[in-house]
């Protein structure tokens, strides 16, 4: 099992900046791509950012040049830097990790809680 803590959500005006932290704990080895969706209300969860244990990165066309994702290995921890943060930014962000079970021989996706951002003059 993996358990996921977020943190960093929250209100911003249009225009500023907001940094997400997810923190996986319990059995953290093996971790592969780690990631940040979001939803709206009424619409449905989408991916925002992804990025793989080697570092590569992909970022959904809306927030490209805006939001960096970047992850400590060592502490299993993805971050979200989220800089111009429009209002249509708006959502409950979740992290999401894989994680490759030795003992199963499965790849399973992790969630968490979800973190609120309101973007709001």
């Known amino acids: 099992q993996v358990q996921l803590v977020e943190s960093g959500g929250g209100l911003a005006q249009p225009g500023g900046s907001l940094r997400l932290s997810c923190a996986a704990s319990?059995?953290?080895?093996?971790?592969?791509?780690m990631g940040w969706y979001r939803q709206a209300p009424g619409n449905e969860r989408e991916l925002v950012a992804a990025?793989?244990?080697?570092?590569?990165?992909n970022y959904a066309d809306s927030v490209k040049g805006r939001f960096t994702i970047s992850r400590d290995n060592a502490k299993n921890t993805v971050f979200l830097q989220m800089n111009n943060l429009k209002p249509e930014d708006t959502a409950v962000y979740y992290c999401?990790?894989?994680?490759?079970?030795?003992?199963?021989?499965?790849?399973?996706?992790?969630w968490g809680q979800g973190t609120q951002v309101t973007v709001s003059s």
């Open positions: 999401k990790v894989a994680h490759w079970s030795e003992i199963t021989a499965t790849l399973s996706d992790y």
């Open positions: 319990g059995s953290s080895r093996n971790i592969h791509a």
């Open positions: 990025i793989t244990s080697g570092g590569n990165t």
